[in-house]
Nanobody
């Protein structure tokens, strides 16, 4: 079992920055990759960024150059640094962890609102 707790969402003006955090606990050794997804009402949840245990990263095209995913293994935490935020980045952001067995866990979600 893996537990994920997100923090760091909020309201920010266009062009601003936020950093999301996702703290993992439980069977940490079983995690193959972690990532951030986002979802707006009426749309499917979409991948924002992911990072593997080996450090490989993957980004959605819409956030490349603006968002950075990173991790602190000592704290079992994954971060999403979001810069130059746009109104279209407004969504509920979910942390995700995938085990080597392909079982997937989700955090509770954190709201990010980009508005003037």
């Amino acid at each position: 079992q893996v537990q994920l707790v997100e923090s760091g969402g909020g309201l920010v003006q266009p062009g601003g920055s936020l950093r999301l955090s996702c703290a993992a606990s439980g069977s940490i050794f079983s995690i193959k990759a972690m990532g951030w997804y986002r979802q707006v009402p009426g749309k499917q949840r979409e991948l924002v960024a992911a990072i593997t245990r080996l450090g490989s990263t993957n980004y959605a095209g819409s956030v490349k150059g603006r968002f950075t995913i990173s991790r602190d293994d000592a704290k079992n935490t994954v971060y999403l640094q979001m810069n130059n935020l746009k109104p279209e980045d407004t969504a509920v952001y979910y942390c995700n962890a995938e085990q080597w067995t392909h079982r997937v866990y989700w955090g509770q979600g954190t709201q990010v609102t980009v508005s003037s």
